[in-house]
């Protein structure tokens, strides 16, 4: 099976940079995605890791290491609307393009 | 934005009623899912759809079902509602590219479903 962890709640400053980490076990998989939900909205997509390292989107990276089964999100020069729930997500190896979401890091940018 | 819509976007039932809710979306593309999310549980996956009348369970399935007759529309449709389904219900969309590639998923707004 698959299983991701992420920190429940995490808190900021507006300017500072802020890193969310996902842990995951599984079997396999294709790579790990990062998606943004504002409170009463939809998940949008960020990013998205298939290799090991670092990829970088303007103010957001996202980091993926498979041998330490482990990613991160990192958010810099964070603003207030950066607030939002942050998830990690991985795609199998079979072929039915399901995936498998984190429970989710909420992230508050305090002023 | 990606053409995603789901009706209704509120709904409130009550226990033992059937309710259907629909996604539509202008995009064509080949997969669509619906997720509940539930606070401290994320998305969790309940039906995907790999083509038209071609579907398959994820991983909460008990006590839903679906239907895709046309590309364009996924229906997901809880037979005899209980107060254990009241959730937020999210249909995404995503269109297969190469193995190993992003195959982003794109969300539809939402139904927040209340069974009394």
């Known amino acids: 099976g698959q299983s991701l962890e992420q920190p429940s709640e995490v808190t900021a400053v507006e300017g500072a940079i802020v890193q969310i980490n996902c842990t995951y076990q599984t079997s396999g998989f294709y790579g790990l995605s990062w998606y943004q939900q504002h409170d009463g909205g939809a998940p949008t997509f960020l990013s998205y890791?298939?290799?090991?390292g670092l990829e970088e989107t303007g103010r957001f990276s996202s980091f993926l290491s498979r041998s330490d089964s482990y990613g991160y999100l990192l958010l810099q020069e964070l603003q207030m609307k950066d607030s939002a729930s942050y998830f990690c997500a991985v795609k199998g190896l079979d072929s039915s393009y399901k995936l498998i979401f984190g429970s989710g890091t909420r992230l508050l940018v305090r002023p | 934005d990606a053409g995603i819509t789901q009706s209704p976007r509120h709904k409130v039932t009550e226990t033992g009623t059937p309710v259907t809710l629909r996604c539509h979306q202008t995009?064509?593309?080949?997969?669509m899912y619906w997720y509940r999310q539930d606070p401290g549980h994320g998305l969790r996956l309940i039906h995907y759809s790999y083509g038209v009348k071609d579907t398959d369970k994820g991983e909460v399935s008990d006590g839903y079902s679906v239907s895709r007759s046309k590309t364009e529309d996924f229906l997901l449709t809880l037979e005899s509602a209980t107060s254990s389904q009241t959730s937020v219900y999210f249909c995404?969309?995503?269109?297969?590219?190469?193995?190993?590639?992003?195959?982003?998923?794109?969300f539809g707004p939402g139904t927040r479903l209340t069974v009394l």
């Open positions: 995404a969309i995503s269109e297969p590219g190469l193995a190993g590639g992003t195959d982003t998923q794109y």
């Open positions: 995009e064509n593309h080949r997969y």
């Open positions: 890791n298939a290799l090991d």
